[in-house]
């Protein structure tokens, strides 16, 4: 086999001048150009969203019949839809007068939650994750967060669901 004369070079050399050893390291101005366009991106990212939660209101729902007062009994549950027919929730008879409701999605995966009533909790069947029947808050298990609560309040003999709470 014939090497080539030393002087000869190919033609694509001539045409691309990137030079094999330099071209793997980043000069510090192209460094220093791709971080401050980068923190200009996430600054500009960040004010949107601060703007966006400034201006736009919270969705608010109309006001929707759950129960009448004597339909469920202490220690009882309905099962309901609020705000759309699409969102389960749960209410919970605590008392003669008390009444509490949440969203019957579990904040880890979206199991439905149900009322274990021996236990005086919320239970999500599929990772073991209990919630408090007082607050909704997190007693064990993966959920990273309570479960969103239904604001309810009482017109006449009727029990209203008015607001959902996050």
Known sequence: ???KPAQEEPLWRDEFSIQSATEKYVARRQFAKFLVLTSLGMFIGNLWILLRSWFLSKPSFAPQRVSGLNEIAVGDV???????????C??????????VAYSQKCTH???AVYFAREQNRLECPCHEGYFA???????????PRPLPRIRLQRD???????????
């Not at 309901?80 to 969102?87: G, Q």
């Open 156 to 166: 006449g003999n009727d029990i209203v669901a008015t607001e959902v709470q996050i």
């Open 78 to 88: 309905k099962l309901f839809s609020y705000p759309t027919a699409e969102d389960p």
């Open 133 to 143: 029947v007082e607050d909704g808050s997190v007693l064990q298990g993966p959920p």
């Open 109 to 111: 995966l979206s199991c």
């Open 1 to 3: 086999m014939r090497r």
């Open 90 to 99: 749960i209410m919970i008879r605590t008392g003669p007068q008390q009444f």
